[in-house]
């Protein structure tokens, strides 16, 4: 039984690098105070700016990566000036954003439907990939992989060790004694904002040219809301965060070896799964109101401009 399960669990980790990079950035804009519900286009924007800066430079799977996190972050802008520097209503600025970035990636990506990459090899660690059962599961993977762990790991010392942690909890919780003591919250929140815009956009663009690799109109197919919907899983709290994206990976890549592994579910259901925990999680994490409350950053999703 072992022997099957490891190739599953080896792809969890795969599966979960789009929603752990996204996450992450949605949770780093809302603990300083900003609700960005736009992480679906702008995943989908980084994916279609990935891969077309892939196959038309030549450059690989980086030189997207690298472009799908700028295409990403520049989206985000496009949330960030209606919403932070005009006060306009940030769940519909959000909500905006990701039909732009369902039709913008639709658009562009009619040229790219017939092409595809090599994609990225797996990287073994030296003498960790020879571990038995956790060697092939954890360290053969391949250097995106590695690399949304290191993310996490900066994520939860920046918030929980640093002083700019503390920055941004204070202007998640009280925009107005921020300011008032000489902090700049717009500033502030306009770098997590492009910071959550450039994370999506590194998932999008690992979706389409490492894990496919190839482009598909739709291709994020709901990992935007997925990792908005774990950020309140995860309580605002980055450890809590990487176990959810695991999980929802993990759901995620069920319905490709569930036949392999005995499971006799309909196809169907199986696809639904994801979508489906994410329903549930939401509403068993609803009814801790008080686990809700004492993290939930007080200011999310209200405008803030300084007088």
């Known amino acids: 039984m072992i022997e099957l399960l490891i190739p599953v ?5 795969g599966a979960a690098t789009p929603l752990l990079f996204a996450g992450l950035g949605e949770l780093v804009t809302e603990r300083s105070g900003v609700l960005n519900l ?34 990403g972050a520049a989206s985000a802008l496009l949330f960030a000036i209606p919403a932070l520097s005009l006060a ?32 990225m090899q797996p990287l073994p660690i030296p003498l960790l990939a020879q571990i038995p059962v956790l060697g092939p599961i954890f ?39 921020a300011h008032a003591i000489g902090y700049p919250v717009l500033l502030v929140r306009y ?8 994370m999506a ?13 190839l482009w598909v109109q739709n291709m994020v197919a709901g990992r935007g809301w997925i990792a908005i919907a774990l950020v309140v899983f995860a309580t605002w709290k980055p450890s809590r965060l990487l176990l959810g994206a695991y999980l929802f990976g993990g759901v995620t890549i069920l319905q490709f070896h569930a036949q392999t592994l005995g499971i ?16 549930v999680v939401l509403v068993l994490i609803s009814r801790d109101r008080r686990l809700l409350q004492l993290n939930l950053p007080a200011s999310l999703g209200k405008p803030f401009l300084p007088g």
């Open 9 to 13: 669990l080896a792809a969890t980790l």
């Open 264 to 279: 006799k579910v309909p196809v169907q259901l199986l696809a639904a799964l994801p979508y489906v925990a994410t329903i």
């Open 139 to 177: 360290f053969q993977q391949s250097a995106v992989v590695y690399l949304s762990v290191i993310v996490f790991g900066v994520v939860w010392w920046v918030l929980a060790r640093t002083r700019l942690g503390l920055l941004l909890k204070a202007v998640g919780e009280s925009p107005e004694a």
């Open 38 to 71: 736009g992480v679906e286009g702008m995943m989908l924007i980084g994916a279609i700016a990935g891969f077309a800066c892939a196959v038309d430079t030549g450059l690989g799977a980086w030189a997207g990566l690298a472009a799908g996190t700028l295409a």
């Open 191 to 198: 770098g997590a904002t492009l910071f959550g815009g450039a």
């Open 201 to 213: 956009g590194l998932g999008g663009a690992y979706l389409s040219t490492v894990y496919t690799p």
């Open 88 to 119: 306009a209503n940030q769940a519909a600025c959000g909500l905006a954003l990701t039909i732009f970035g369902v039709g913008l990636s639709a658009f562009i990506g009619q040229s790219y439907v017939s092409y595809s990459l090599p994609g």
